[in-house]
Every structure is written in C-alpha cells, then in structure tokens.
C-alpha cells in the first residue's frame, strides 16, 4: 500500500516535532537513550512511523524509531543500542532502491544524510574522501569550489535517471551511469570505513580487509555502516554531445563505432508508445566526445527545467507520441554542444512528482512507476528487444521510459551483477497501486527477467523483489553464499532490511 499525503504529512510532523521539543521533554520520552543516541533520535515508534522509497512509493514500512547520525560517534552509539537491545537496524540514503533494501519492518532506521561532509581532497591524487551520506550535488559543488580556475578533477560516473542520491547508497548497490567503457563504480572506489555490528570501525580497501570491501560494495546495507568513502576522480574534460536518431537494430553497431571513435559517454533513449511501429524499434542515440580543452562550453539556452520535465512525464503518460517528438527535437537541438564530462552526468527529477501527475491525470488510484534493468550479452540486444516489444505490448505494460546502456565487466564485487560486459535495458513502468495493477506489474518484470534469461543475461537487484528463486539463482549463483558470507560478518544480524529477509526465506533450507 501507498503512503498516503495525509500519513506523509503525519510522520513529518512527527519527525519535526520531535526534533524540536525541549531537551528535558525529549529525555524523558527517551529515557533509555544514551546521550550520544539520543542526540541522533530524529523519531520514536508511532503508530505513523512510516518510511517508504521515493521513486516508487511501493515500499511503505512501518519502523521503531528513526536516526539520523552525524558523527562516527553517533553511528557507533546507534549500533551498540541496536545490539544491546536486540532491536534490527536497516540503513538508508537518499531512500531510492525499490527493493525494500533500506527499510526494514519495525527496525531502527539508520538515516545517514546527516553525514555529508567531505573530509579530504587530494588534489595530488585525484582522490576525494567524503561521508557516505553526501549528495553528488554536494560533491560536485564542492568540487567545483574547490579548485582553482575550471579545476583538474570531476567524478567518472554516477547514476543517470536522479542526482540526489547518496554515496553510501551508490556502494550499496554498486552503481553505474552511461559510460561506453566504464565498469560499475566499485572501480572509482579507492577505500571506505565501515562500522561493523560491534561498532569497530574497519578500513576496507582492496589491501585491507579485501573480502569485506568486495562484500560491501553491492551488498546492499548487509555488511555495516559505511561512515566514509574515498573515491577515485579523473581528469574532468569537455565533450560534446552528437545526438542522433536510430532504429534499435542498428545500436549495437552504433556503440561499438562510437567506442572505437574514442566517446566517453553515451545512451540510447528509445520510443516508448506501444502503438507504434517505433516502440522499443527507435529512438534517440546520444553520445559523447572528448574535445580541444580551448572549446568553449556551450551557454545552453535549452537547458531543462522542472516544469519542462513536469511537462514532459505528463506527455510521456497522455501523450506518447508528442513526448517523443518533443524530447527528440529538443535532444537534437542540443547535438554539438559542448559541456564538461562531470556536469553533462546531471539530471533533471523531482522528488514525488507522481502525486500532481495523477491530480493532473485525474486517476482514480494512485500510481507511479517502477524500474527494471535486464542485462543481455550486446550481440543479443536485439532480438532481445523484439522480443520485449512482444511481451510488452501483450501484457498492455505502460512503458513511461526505456534506455539501453553500456557496462563492462565487474570482476571485484562478489555480488557481481556485471558478470560480463553486457548491453543494460532500463525499462520505468507505470504501476497502479491496486491487486490488478501490482499483479500486472510484477508479471511484466518477471517476464523481462525470463527474457533476459533466455539471450543468456541477468538482471539488477536494485530496484524490486519480484524475481521468483530459479531467476535470482540463474542471474545470482553466488546468492546463497552471499548469504553466508553476511552471517560470517555479522553473527547476530545488526543488519537487516525486508530485502534480506525477503531473500533468507527465499533461500531458507526448508524453502530449497
Ligand atoms: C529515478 C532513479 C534513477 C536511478 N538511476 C540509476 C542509474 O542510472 N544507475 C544505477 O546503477 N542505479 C540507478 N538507480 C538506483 C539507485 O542508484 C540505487 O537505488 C541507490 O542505491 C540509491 O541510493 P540512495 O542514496 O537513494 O540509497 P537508499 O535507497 O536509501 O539505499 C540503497 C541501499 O544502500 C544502503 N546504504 C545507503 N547508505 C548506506 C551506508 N552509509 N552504509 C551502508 N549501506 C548504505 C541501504 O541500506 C540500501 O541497501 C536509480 C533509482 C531511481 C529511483
């Protein structure tokens, strides 16, 4: 069930409320705290505690109380309370995953986006260390400010689709963007501190503690608390944006050409309207190039603004047709244009933006979307894309948004979702919160799942459960020994989400 505003409002009040009362009001209230705890109690237990995910709104959980750190301190007070209280904690960020990673049913909600500082910068090296809770727009400023003249170093990659999402939550499901060559984002990850289930607080690098820092990164919150990470930078450069418009057919040559022509970045943005010929068949292809530094950056004139993108999702729902003729002249109105590689990552999304596209859309239930992302071997994208076009479209799914991306292989995570270097499908379906539209839904990413499976590729954990055991175990054989490995690391389960727990009964031995 969907949050509702009214119950929104509710727990904001809560949490604002409790944060204000006077400190002898809040002691009392909170008698069991330590001061350290207490000094991160952002809510108790309420009947209106609820959290849920931004994006979907499907993940509405009911916790005991929620914190939100900002100190090493704090984490580790927050910790030895969940332990000698026996009470479960679940950690989140910026609260995008789909999956019920961050939240856990009546746990402690670890909410890290009090730690959001950077610590260091290493202009020698490139290497910025920064707590996990900071934003990539907190970064990029910083960044920005924090160098002299254009300045020499930027981020390699980040998420495409939102900005504001954490670091720590960027580990936990080891993140990617649009890079043609890039791997996941383990590879930009140099070292981090994470606060383990006794509240130590352990250096994970590839030289230290290696296993852990393999389990961490893509381990979804399992392992402990990240507190701080230090990510490896590149030589930030400008590029320009050559945008032009294919059939899906001709893509996977497209890329290889525009790989060996030396671009950086790239995407392919395809149509989204199943009663088209062109659905999932055509779409925008975008790339990027490195160019002379002496190239002026562009004084973008067509730059997106929210109520642009507000327009555009209204489109994309109403509207199909116009959506893609509106984002396809407005994508190649931009071809040529010059930005820096950092900035050109940005991306236009406003939080909760479904609640005044259904008043718009006068639905009578609530909805929003959902994203899935397939994985298939490149030479394999397109049947696998007929193939969806199919299924989609016999299923009635109300594709909002598709892209196809590049990602090379992951040979560090032990949760590996790049298992090779494949061709990444991102498909962000329209979910009607009710039994019939949640039902059709998960069908559709089940389906998507199976089809992948059968052009020999995989999936991502990130962003829904509704994979059934045979598709986790095909696309994850590490799985149950990532189970393992998480009791190995944390013997009395500090750590929990639903997500696990979804997954411990899974793959319990009864259920095997
Ligand atoms: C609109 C949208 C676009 C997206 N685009 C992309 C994309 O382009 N590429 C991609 O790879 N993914 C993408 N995602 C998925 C997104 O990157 C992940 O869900 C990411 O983990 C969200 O970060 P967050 O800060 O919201 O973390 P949360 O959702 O709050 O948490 C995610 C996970 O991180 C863990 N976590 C968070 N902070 C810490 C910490 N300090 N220590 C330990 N664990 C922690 C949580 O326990 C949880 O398991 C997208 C999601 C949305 C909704």
């Given amino acids: 069930m969907p949050i509702s505003r009214r119950e929104f409002l509710g727990f ?61 301190q704090g984490v580790r007070a927050i910790i030895h309370s969940a332990k000698t209280s026996g009470a479960p904690l679940s950690i989140c960020g910026r609260r995008h995953s789909m999956g019920g990673q961050q939240f856990g049913t009546d746990n402690m909600l670890v909410d890290m986006t009090s730690m959001n500082r950077v610590l260091h910068f290493d202009k020698e090296r490139g290497i910025v260390e920064v707590e996990a809770g900071i934003e990539w727009p907190a970064l990029l400023d910083y960044l920005k400010k924090n160098q002299e003249g254009d300045g020499k170093w930027g981020i390699v990659q980040k998420q495409t689709g939102a900005d504001r999402l954490s670091i720590g939550g960027a580990l936990a499901s080891n993140v990617h963007g649009r890079g043609l060559k890039f791997k996941p984002i383990i590879d930009q990850v140099e070292a981090f501190t ?37 990510l490896r930078l590149w030589e930030r450069q400008k590029v320009q944006r050559i945008v032009e418009i294919c059939n899906t057919a001709e893509i996977p040559q497209r890329f290889a050409q525009r790989i060996k022509d030396g671009y950086l970045y790239g995407d392919f943005q395809f149509a989204t309207d199943s009663q088209r010929e062109s659905f999932l068949g055509r779409g925008v292809f975008s790339c990027y190039r490195p160019v002379a530094p002496a190239t002026p950056i562009t ?5 997106f603004h929210p109520e642009d993108w507000a327009r555009l999702t209204y489109y994309t729902h109403k509207y199909k047709k116009r959506a893609f003729d509106v984002y396809t002249k407005r994508y190649l109105a931009t071809s040529g244009q010059i930005y820096w590689s950092d900035w050109q990552l940005s991306a236009a999304y406003v939080d909760n933006y479904h609640e005044a596209l259904d008043r718009k859309l006068g639905a009578p239930v609530n909805a929003t979307e959902m994203i899935t992302e397939i994985y298939v071997p490149r030479e394999k994208l397109v049947e696998f894309m007929e193939d969806a076009k199919r299924i989609l479209r016999q299923q009635q799914a109300n594709v909002i948004y598709g892209t196809v991306r590049l990602i090379e292989q992951d040979t560090e995570s032990f949760l590996a979702w790049a298992r090779q270097s494949w061709a990444c499908v991102i498909f962000n379906l329209h979910v009607t919160h009710n039994a019939e539209g949640l039902e059709r839904a998960a069908n559709s990413f089940r389906s998507l799942i199976d089809l992948g499976l059968k052009h020999g590729g995989s999936y991502y954990l990130t962003y829904h459960r509704y994979a059934r055991r045979e598709q986790v175990e095909a696309c994850y054989p590490q799985f149950k020994n990532f189970l393992q490995m998480k009791l190995q690391y944390d013997p009395q389960e500090v750590f929990q989400s639903d997500w696990y727990r979804h997954y411990k009964k899974m793959f319990a031995a009864e259920n095997l």
């Fill in 194 to 230: 994470l606060m383990n289930y006794d509240g130590e607080l352990v250096n994970c690098s590839r030289q230290e503690n290696a296993e852990l820092f393999r389990l961490a990164i893509g381990g979804y919150g399992l392992f402990g608390i990240v507190t701080s990470v230090q």
């Fill in 299 to 303: 004084e973008n004139p067509t730059r």
């Fill in 12 to 72: 904001l009040k809560i949490s604002c409320a409790v944060a204000a009362w006077p400190a002898p009001l809040l002691a009392r209230g909170a008698a069991k705290y330590s001061a350290p705890l207490k000094a991160t109690l952002k809510s108790q237990a309420s009947a209106e505690n609820f959290v849920n995910d931004i994006h979907s709104q499907l993940n509405r959980t009911r916790v005991a109380a929620v914190y939100t750190p900002n100190s090493v």
